[in-house]
């Protein structure tokens, strides 16, 4: 069904906290098998997360500042994330 030009492709953000939640608890999960400790196994599936969601928001084309939520705010959190595992570390 193609949708009309006036209609927002734009999430909510209950349902972006909601997707980043689900995935920072599948990350978490993985870690945890890890076989190089479970920090150093979050700190590359969170640098991972981080490009991943470089990429979906260039091929998605969404604003980097935009008001809404979007995969960019989601990579910047994976960022934090990814400094607070490497200080802790």
């Known amino acids: ?16 906290l ?3 939640a ?5 990350l978490a999960t993985f870690a945890a098998f890890g076989s190089i400790g479970f920090g150093k196994s979050l700190a590359a599936l969170l640098w991972m997360s981080i490009i991943l969601c470089s990429v979906v928001g260039l091929i998605k084309r969404e604003p980097l500042f935009g008001a809404t939520l979007n995969h960019w705010d989601e990579g ?11 200080i802790v570390n």
């Open 18 to 20: 909601a997707r980043f």
């Open 76 to 86: 910047v959190a994976f960022g934090a994330l990814f400094a607070l595992i490497h």
């Open 22 to 26: 689900v995935r920072v608890t599948l």
């Open 1 to 16: 069904m193609p949708q009309s030009p006036d209609m927002s492709r734009a999430l909510s953000p209950t349902r972006v």
